[in-house]
């Protein structure tokens, strides 16, 4: 008998980028890789709109396309090598309106936290932008919505079991006990 292996390819990278408290609409989105926080050979990463600042870089056939969504935007197989031994930064500039928005530097994130995900939270704080890797993605703050379909999720199974019970026409013991197993 042949035993048959998958080999199945990993996950696909994929970066996220939060935005929150945004002054105005956002114009352009770049993402910038940079080996020190001189930063004298940028790399432009991903990009989203036509940024027109002096500021901005070049576009290039090798840089990934950031798919944004309201506040959020996501990049597929932006990759960061989990094996170099110095973690490259990343900075974001941000166009909206007439001003262009200038990031910290945050390091990449490390491979053994999410995998080949990454996830970033960009604040605009007054005058500045703010980039940090964020420690949990997509915090859930509010366990409520989960209690809530758990409820209803047992309410209905309750239901359902009591329909068959009844269609079966069993005694009073079976209901008990059938119950007792379902709680």
């Known amino acids: 008998m042949a035993i048959a292996q998958a080999n199945a390819l990993p996950p696909p990278s994929l970066s996220w980028f939060r935005f929150e408290n945004i002054p ?6 770049q993402v910038v890789e940079c080996d020190t926080v001189a930063c004298q050979k940028p790399v432009l990463l991903a990009n989203s709109g036509a940024c027109t600042e002096s500021e901005c870089l070049p576009l290039t056939d ?3 396309n950031l798919d944004c969504r309201g506040e959020t935007c996501l990049v597929h197989d932006l990759f960061f090598d989990p094996n170099a031994e110095k973690k490259d930064l990343i ?4 166009q909206t309106g007439d001003r262009l928005w200038v990031s910290n530097f945050a390091p990449t994130p490390t491979t053994e936290v999410y995998g080949f995900s990454s996830y970033w939270l960009a604040q605009f704080r ?4 703010v980039l940090v890797a964020e420690p ?3 915090p859930r703050d509010d366990p409520i ?5 758990l409820l209803i999720t047992l309410l209905t199974e309750a239901v359902i079991l009591a329909l068959i019970l009844q269609r079966l026409k069993l005694d009073r013991t079976v209901w008990v006990r059938t119950f ?3 709680g």
């Open 145 to 149: 919505p989960f209690l809530q379909g």
């Open 136 to 138: 949990t993605p997509f």
């Open 126 to 129: 007054g005058d500045r932008l």
């Open 24 to 29: 105005e609409q956002l114009e352009a989105i």
């Open 62 to 64: 090798s840089v990934f």
């Open 180 to 182: 007792v197993s379902f």
């Open 91 to 94: 900075r974001l500039l941000v």
